[in-house]
């Protein structure tokens, strides 16, 4: 697989772009998590004995942009020292550049603003079950998987195993797939609060005053000789909280449906 060099990055755009890119809206997006809305950070020291490569992120999603926006800043924070803080912006002076992430390409490609946001890193899947907002069944195309695994091959991937913004949304196997097949060390990202505080595309602000919250935690144990891409799933899931155990309403609802059944038992 292709390999990165010191001017370009394994998908041969030049270091500089993407440098200027992660300043630019690094700094515009800088208020909107440590000023309007103030994000809480914790667990980034789980970085510190990562290799440089063939790390996997995986996050619930709740905004198409803020979710990344806000990740980027915490990584080229910890790039430069900053652990569970983003106070000092000076760490979008030296960006981690080696850092992509997946995204849906009908995303990716609708105006201009998503095509910047593209170069800064994404790397673009078509969803094999929704699009243009109706169920579609297609197959997987294996070059977006190639893609996905030179990614990790050469750097660090943020990937949203849901593949939507709706909460508790079921897991999508193709990642445990992935998983299985690359076997990268896997650190789960539990985030909340962004779809209170901005839109559902991320760019406005709905609401100030938000503290979101991103936690970073341990990286997944997994026996890659043992596990099935179903038990890796399930692994997955249940570290960013995305299991109906974690659904509040999902338990309060059965609570109703259980004295329902007591009272018609009883009656």
Request: glycine residues 6%; positive net charge.
């Amino acid at each position: 697989m292709a390999k990165k060099n010191i001017f370009t990055d394994a998908f041969g755009t030049p270091y500089f772009l993407k440098r200027l890119i992660i300043f630019v809206l690094g700094m515009v997006s800088y208020r909107r998590f440590n000023g309007f809305n103030k994000l809480k950070i914790t667990g980034s020291h789980h970085f510190k004995n990562l290799p440089d490569s063939n790390v996997l992120f995986v996050s619930n999603h709740q905004t198409y942009f803020a979710d990344v926006a806000a990740m980027y800043h915490v990584f080229c924070s910890v790039n430069n020292g900053y652990f569970d803080t983003i106070k000092n912006p000076v760490y979008l002076l030296n960006p981690k550049v080696d850092f992509y992430y997946v995204a849906a390409e009908e995303t990716m490609n609708k105006g201009i603003l998503s095509r910047i946001f593209k170069l800064a890193g994404a790397v673009t899947v078509k969803r094999t079950w929704r699009a243009k907002g109706e169920n579609v069944n297609r197959m997987v195309d294996m070059s977006e998987v190639d893609n996905i695994m030179k990614a990790l091959d050469n750097g660090w991937v943020i990937t949203f195993p849901q593949g939507t913004t709706a909460a508790f949304a079921q897991g999508r196997k193709g990642t445990a797939k992935l998983v299985k097949q690359q076997r990268p060390i896997v650190v789960p990202i539990k985030i909340n609060g962004f779809r209170r505080a901005f839109d559902k595309k991320g760019l406005k602000i709905k609401v100030t005053g938000v503290k979101p919250t991103l936690e970073i935690k341990e990286p997944i144990k997994i026996d890659y000789d043992v596990d099935t891409a179903q038990d890796i799933l399930d692994k997955i899931m249940v570290a960013i909280e995305q299991t109906s155990d974690f659904n509040v309403l999902h338990d309060y609802e059965k609570e109703l449906n259980g004295k329902s059944e007591l009272q018609n038992t009883n009656s």
